[in-house]
């Protein structure tokens, strides 16, 4: 039995009818208006360049380990000196290998290179509040083999830890030591552990997202909010915002800016 | 050709006497039997026994305190059995990625009768589900799989947290 062109046109008119009928033709017509969808979050904070101020003559020694210990504690960061299980207690010279920092102080000549000959004296003695630049350039996003880290629209440089393959290829990358590797399974010495945070696992590499999940729900970074004003927080993009009012009143410096990262923490000294 | 046997190299006149035998049959049917036995000697710790089937627990103390109306998960459930490992990795990608080529960062999960919920395992699902080893270990040890979600998504900490 054969087929002439009118009885095909014809059947295949009818099943191209009969396939737009049903979920199909709905997924065609209306998209996204039969299965659940996924949104914004309505509070979410949202900016086009994310940046953080570091005003350093107000921010003394006990806000910055304030700071340190909010933005551990709300990111379950563990610290390997002191664990839950004292048998699970390290050597300290072991524990500051296994370190993991998202955000730590450090001295004018471990955290900056140029010469400070022709800034104040006492720049050398602050304690500077360090943490991941999120750079408009970043090095580790470049070199990371399975794009775990990437630079988002607003300028944070963000991991993705279910892709990381813990290669420390970033770590290499990044000129600030701004990343850390877990040498070890963290979750014994992380210290009642934060709920609405995941923990790491061992094998990845973790750094500062400059709170992105609580920008999402409308918060500032934990550590901008422990500072009691001495961090701030806010969209370079946007000229009425404080960190823009901020940098125009006062003279600040990065790290390492002769590396062409482009680093966005900038330090009112 | 009669009874005269023939192959390549000429005519015989008698067909060669080979004895037929089955030679090294020891060794052959042995090495076929220790086979086997190895082959299904994986399947004899479970013979002839029946394996529970999975009993999910469903009493965590969130569950408890909602409503009875309420207790429904955020997708219907023979649907959340079937799928939700695909919905888990659709909330990775639109929460942690999506702010990479332009998309708003996506983090608000609407159900198909309007329901809204925070996409996020550790917040959402693990707060109902508190209880891992009675239910997600209940099918995922009967299937025989082993999901890594849990490295980091279970927070054994939870309830003492809760209770500051």
């Given at each position: 039995m054969g087929m002439?062109?009118?009885?095909?046109?014809?059947?295949?008119?009818?099943?191209?009818?009969?396939g737009l009928s049903g979920k199909g033709a709905f997924e065609l017509l209306r998209p996204g208006q039969v299965e659940a969808a996924l949104g914004a979050e309505p509070k979410a904070l949202s900016g086009k360049r994310w940046a953080m101020v570091v005003?350093?003559?107000?921010?003394?020694?006990?806000?910055?380990?304030?700071?340190?210990?909010?933005?551990?504690?709300?990111?379950?960061?563990?610290?390997?000196?002191?664990?839950?299980d004292p048998k699970d207690k390290l050597d300290p010279e072991i524990a500051h290998r296994y370190e993991v920092k998202w955000l730590w102080t450090e001295h004018y000549?471990?955290?900056f290179t140029e010469d400070a000959s022709t800034l104040p004296e006492k720049v050398q003695h602050f304690a500077?509040?360090?943490?991941?630049?999120?750079?408009?350039?970043?090095?580790?996003?470049?070199?990371?083999?399975?794009?775990?880290?990437?630079?988002?629209?607003?300028?944070?440089?963000?991991?993705?830890?279910?892709?990381?393959?813990?290669?420390?290829?970033?770590?290499?990358?990044?000129?600030?030591?701004?990343?850390?590797?877990?040498?070890?399974?963290?979750?014994?010495?992380?210290?009642?552990?934060?709920?609405?945070?995941?923990?790491?696992?061992?094998?990845?590499?973790?750094?500062?997202?400059?709170?992105?999940?609580?920008?999402?729900?409308?918060?500032?970074?934990?550590c901008v909010e422990a500072s009691g004003g001495a961090m701030i927080f806010g969209d370079l993009s946007d000229e009425k915002s404080k960190v823009r009012e901020t940098l125009k009143k006062y003279f600040t410096i990065r790290r390492k800016v002769h590396l062409g990262t482009n680093p966005q923490v900038y330090y009112i000294v | 050709m009669d009874d005269k046997y023939k192959n390549e190299f000429g005519v015989f006149a008698e067909r060669p006497k080979v004895?037929?035998?089955?030679?090294?049959?020891?060794?052959?049917?042995?090495?076929?039997v220790i086979f086997l036995i190895l082959i299904f000697l994986p399947l004899a710790p479970n013979l002839g026994k029946t394996v529970p089937s999975p009993q999910r627990q469903l009493d965590t103390p969130v569950i408890q305190k909602m409503a009875e109306k309420d207790r429904?998960?955020?997708?219907p459930t023979e649907w959340m059995r079937a799928n939700?490992?695909?919905?888990?990795?659709?909330?990775?990608?639109?929460?942690?990625?999506s702010d990479e080529k332009g998309a708003p960062n996506v983090r608000e999960f609407v159900a198909p009768d309007g329901r809204k919920f925070l996409a996020s395992l550790t917040n959402t699902c693990l707060d109902c589900h508190s209880n891992k080893d009675k239910f997600c270990d209940q099918c995922h040890n009967y299937v025989a799989v082993a999901p890594n979600c849990f490295g980091c998504h279970l927070q054994e900490g939870k309830k003492l947290a809760e209770a500051k």
């Open positions: 002439d062109r009118r009885e095909f046109i014809r059947i295949s008119g009818l099943a191209a009818l009969l005003n350093m003559p107000k921010l003394d020694e006990a806000t910055a380990q304030k700071c340190i210990e909010a933005c551990h504690r709300v990111h379950n960061v563990p610290d390997f000196n002191s664990p839950n000549h471990n955290a500077f509040l360090l943490l991941c630049n999120h750079c408009d350039n970043p090095p580790c996003v470049r070199v990371c083999p399975t794009k775990a880290t990437f630079r988002r629209d607003d300028g944070i440089v963000n991991m993705d830890m279910h892709r990381c393959i813990g290669c420390r290829f970033c770590m290499a990358g990044c000129p600030f030591g701004a990343r850390s590797f877990n040498w070890k399974d963290p979750r014994p010495y992380v210290k009642g552990t934060y709920p609405g945070y995941p923990t790491r696992e061992i094998g990845v590499v973790e750094k500062c997202t400059f709170c992105a999940e609580r920008l999402a729900q409308g918060l500032m970074p934990a | 004895e037929k035998k089955f030679y090294g049959g020891k060794y052959i049917f042995g090495g076929l429904q998960c955020v997708m939700h490992m695909q919905m888990l990795v659709d909330w990775r990608e639109s929460v942690v990625r």
